[in-house]
Each structure stands twice: as structure tokens, then as C-alpha cells.
């Protein structure tokens, strides 16, 4: 497994989205969400987009007010999680036009159904943008 965990946080460190891929208790979650937003919003722009913490290896890239965090194995080629959160910001873009942390939070169950028709179990199953938006426009024009 590649992927262990999805987070989507704002500027102040409040966590928009996250999806896991290994089972964590509610504390370790927060606990872990909390010491690696700290870690990632205390870096500056000049320094890599890497981070170790723990067993993980933290990817993450800032857009706009939102940064995308990504925690993978250590084994795991940074560049291509680097292109992977890139996607993902390009897909939600094409469906929100320019995405933004309020699409976020008043279509929580859109952001996860992307991610879910991205990511299964911790791997990258589909890259493609039609076809990741596709089922996503197809519930919304049955309603």
C-alpha cells in the first residue's frame, strides 16, 4: 500500500478533508493531523515539499488558501504524489472551477467521491479526469 492518508487544511491548520486508508482511533488521527500541520505550515516556501514524521513520509503542496498533505510510505517516489495532488486539484478545478476551501466544505461528499474514485485502498487506481467526473455529473443530472 502506498497512500496511507489524504488531508486538505486550511491556513489555520483546520482540517477540511481527510481520508484514511489504515485504520487510526480517533485520537491518534487528531493527534497525527495535529503534530504534521504543524510541522507543514511552519515551513517556508524556499523549503521542499517533503517531510518525515513518524513512519510516514509527508508530501504536500499549498494551493491558493489550502494546503494538500499527503502521507505515504517511505518507500513511496515523492514526485509522483507531488503529480497525483496536482490532479486531484485539476479535477476538482474542472468541476468547481477554481476550487476554493468553500467548495470544500459545502460539497464534502463531492471532494470525497473524487478522492474515492482516485485512490482505492491506498493506491492510485484512475487518473483520468473524464472519467473521474464522469458518475459525479451523472448524479447530478438524474437530480
Known amino acids: 500500500m ?5 488531508l486538505m ?3 489555520q491548520g483546520q482540517t477540511r478533508l481527510a481520508q484514511y486508508y489504515e ?7 487528531r493527534a497525527l493531523e495535529g503534530e504534521i500541520v504543524r510541522k507543514c505550515l511552519a515551513r517556508n516556501e524556499q523549503q ?3 517531510v518525515e514524521h513518524r513512519n510516514y513520509k509527508i508530501v504536500y503542496r499549498r494551493y491558493a488558501s489550502l494546503f494538500f498533505l499527503v502521507g505515504v510510505d517511505n518507500d ?12 486531484l486539484v ?4 474542472r468541476h468547481f472551477g477554481n476550487v476554493c476551501e468553500l467548495d470544500i466544505m459545502f460539497h464534502l461528499e463531492k471532494a ?3 478522492l474515492e474514485e482516485m485512490v482505492m485502498n491506498g493506491c492510485i487506481v484512475e487518473t483520468s479526469k473524464t ?10 443530472k438524474s437530480s
Not at 502506498?2 to 489524504?6: E, K, N
Not at 485539476?90 to 478545478?93: I, L, P
Request: charged share 25%.
Open 112 to 114: 470525497h467521491f473524487m
Open 9 to 11: 487544511v486550511n491556513k
Open 76 to 87: 513511496e517516489n515523492e514526485l509522483a504524489i507531488l503529480e497525483f495532488i496536482h490532479l
Open 23 to 29: 485504520y487510526l482511533t480517533l485520537e491518534e488521527r
Open 2 to 6: 502506498g497512500i496511507r492518508f489524504i
Open 90 to 93: 485539476e479535477t476538482m478545478d
Open 131 to 140: 472519467n473521474i467526473l464522469q458518475p459525479i455529473q451523472l448524479m447530478e
Open 48 to 50: 521542499c515539499s517533503f
